[in-house]
């Protein structure tokens, strides 16, 4: 009896053993914090489970207070749309340093329109992943249109009519992976050390929802496919075919 319960003691504790060695952080770590556009954090996390991508999400305070060693625990830091200014602000100083750390070590980053402003050379604290590269806002906006169907043409050759709403156009840094009309780069990737870097200036991930009172020549569907085709990127480092 005593060497069954030896035995079933050893067993518990090698189970135990085990438990604690597997990794307890999910995939992806998407930031909803400060800046961030709540319909766009919920647009983002109906494509993760509608995926079975494992993800959880941060705000501000949470990211101010994540060291960098569990950043690295991550594959894929996702920032969403909103507001660049107030994102890069609600941050601090140090945060946006770990980022950088992190994202150079080989942690994934996928940027959409505020996102991808922040990880440029933005003067309010951004990430400056782009070597000093910052973006401007797409030609649209000079004509005073802050939302609208966009016509992007993707590194396959498909022409998709994405939303975008106060986005950039992505001149100066990584290689274009989908252009606007006026042929400046609406999707852009490149390396940033170690890590693999996706930056969109349009949505691909806006619901049905979002396109109320426009017209569109392309499905949603096919939008959201697109989404998750950058996820995916992102994610697993796969570069995009280009022009």
Same mark, same amino acid.
């Given at each position: 009896m005593r060497r069954l319960r030896c035995l079933l003691w050893l067993f518990v504790v090698l189970v135990a053993g085990c438990a604690t060695s597997e990794p307890t952080a999910r995939d992806?770590?998407?930031?909803?914090?400060?800046?961030?556009?709540?319909?766009?954090?919920?647009?983002?996390?109906?494509?993760l489970r509608e995926r079975g991508l494992r993800y959880t999400t941060a705000s501000s305070a949470r990211m101010d207070a994540i060291s960098e060693s569990e950043l690295k625990t991550y594959r894929l830091i996702v920032v969403p749309g909103g507001n660049f200014v107030?994102?890069?602000?609600?941050?601090?100083?140090?945060?946006?340093?770990?980022?950088?750390s992190a994202i150079r070590g080989g942690v994934g980053y996928l940027?959409?329109?505020?996102?991808?402003?922040?990880?440029?050379?933005s003067p309010f604290n951004g990430l400056n992943l782009t070597d000093g590269v910052r973006f401007p806002f797409y030609a649209l906006e000079n004509r005073g249109i802050r939302k609208a169907p966009?016509?992007?043409? =993707? #590194?396959? %050759?498909?022409?998709?009519?994405? $939303?975008?709403?106060?986005? /950039?156009?992505? =001149? #100066?840094? %990584?290689?274009?992976?989908?252009? $606007?009309?006026?042929?400046? /780069?609406?999707?852009?990737?490149?390396?940033?050390?170690?890590?693999?870097?996706?930056l969109s200036g349009v949505h691909p991930e806006a619901p049905e929802s979002w396109r109320r009172g426009m017209s569109f020549t392309t499905p949603a569907t096919a939008s959201l496919a697109f989404a998750s085709t950058l996820i995916d990127a992102a994610l697993n480092r796969k570069p995009l075919p280009t022009d």
């Open positions: 992806i770590l998407l930031f909803k914090g400060r800046g961030t556009s709540s319909g766009d954090v919920a647009a983002l996390e109906d494509i107030d994102i890069g602000n609600g941050l601090s100083t140090s945060t946006t340093t770990k980022l950088r940027g959409i329109c505020a996102g991808a402003f922040f990880a440029g050379a966009v016509s992007v043409r =993707t #590194g396959v %050759g498909t022409t998709l009519e994405i $939303y975008w709403e106060d986005g /950039p156009q992505l =001149t #100066g840094w %990584g290689q274009p992976a989908a252009k $606007y009309p006026d042929g400046t /780069p609406a999707v852009v990737q490149g390396r940033f050390g170690d890590g693999w870097v996706v």
